[in-house]
T-cell receptor
Framework: DSGVTQTPKHLITATGQRVTLRCSPR?????VYWYQQSLDQGLQFLIQYYNGEERAKGNILERFSAQQFPDLHSELNLSSLELGDSALYFCASSVGRASSANVLTFGAGSRLTVL | GDSVTQMEGPVTLSEEAFLTINCTYTATGYPSLFWYVQYPGEGLQLLLK?????DKGSNKGFEATYRKETTSFHLEKGSVQVSDSAVYFC????????????FGAGTTVTVRA
């Protein structure tokens, strides 16, 4: 157990729907990161939050949004889902905001299937 | 921008064989380099890291040396076990990329008994 908790583990939904993925970071970690892992795109960085504030943005679609709450858990909202959004979504956390040696701890992932 | 290129798999080996997974990078400045491993059905785990040139990261019998002159960070293990079957990802972070962790495509390794 890495200490990063993601729910749900699996989710099956239909095109056009909206889902929310939840992440609780490791105790003491202030940064939360979201990554998408798909067969064709590999591991893509989506977004990072640090202590409630958006810190960095990657290849996140406009249909996707995220936030980090005062208790530091984070949610990734995916709307108007398309077949191509089917992927494994990972959350990771780290102690600091950003640094070269900052190590990320990953959760087990949420597998989203869009039918 | 920063990028990582790693050897494409899949790689299939017999137990006790020598494993090498090549990784090269492109980055401005001096990135930190990482190897992460993903076992079946699990999330990514940090395997080892190196933060400056000539550093050697090591863990669980795996080693990788940060080679600035060849911009490489190849992963090696002298004698693999069935339990080493996993997907291995090379990754980097640098100031020029705002310390975002950028991953290679991953290399699937299968070790047969």
């Amino acid at each position: 157990d890495s200490g990063v908790t993601q729910t749900p583990k699996h989710l099956i939904t239909a095109t056009g729907q909206r889902v929310t993925l939840r992440c609780s970071p490791r105790s003491g970690d202030l940064s939360v990161y979201w990554y998408q892992q798909s067969l064709d795109q590999g591991l893509q960085f989506l977004i990072q939050y640090y202590n409630g504030e958006e810190r960095a943005k990657g290849n996140i679609l406009e249909r996707f949004s995220a936030q980090q709450f005062p208790d530091l858990h984070s949610e990734l909202n995916l709307s108007s889902l398309e077949l191509g959004d089917s992927a494994l979504y990972f959350c990771a956390s780290s102690v600091g905001r950003a640094s070269s040696a900052n190590v990320l701890t990953f959760g087990a992932g949420s597998r989203l299937t869009v039918l | 921008g920063d990028s990582v290129t790693q050897m494409e798999g899949p790689v299939t080996l017999s137990e006790e064989a020598f494993l090498t997974i090549n990784c090269t990078y492109t980055a401005t400045g001096y990135p930190s380099l990482f190897w992460y491993v993903q076992y079946p059905g699990e999330g990514l785990q940090l395997l080892l890291k190196a933060t400056k040139a000539d550093d050697k990261g090591s863990n669980k019998g795996f080693e990788a040396t940060y080679r600035k002159e060849t911009t490489s960070f190849h992963l090696e293990k002298g004698s693999v076990q069935v339990s080493d079957s996993a997907v291995y990802f090379c990754a980097l972070k640098s100031r020029s990329n705002d310390y975002k962790l950028s991953f290679g495509a991953g290399t699937t390794v299968t070790v047969r008994a």
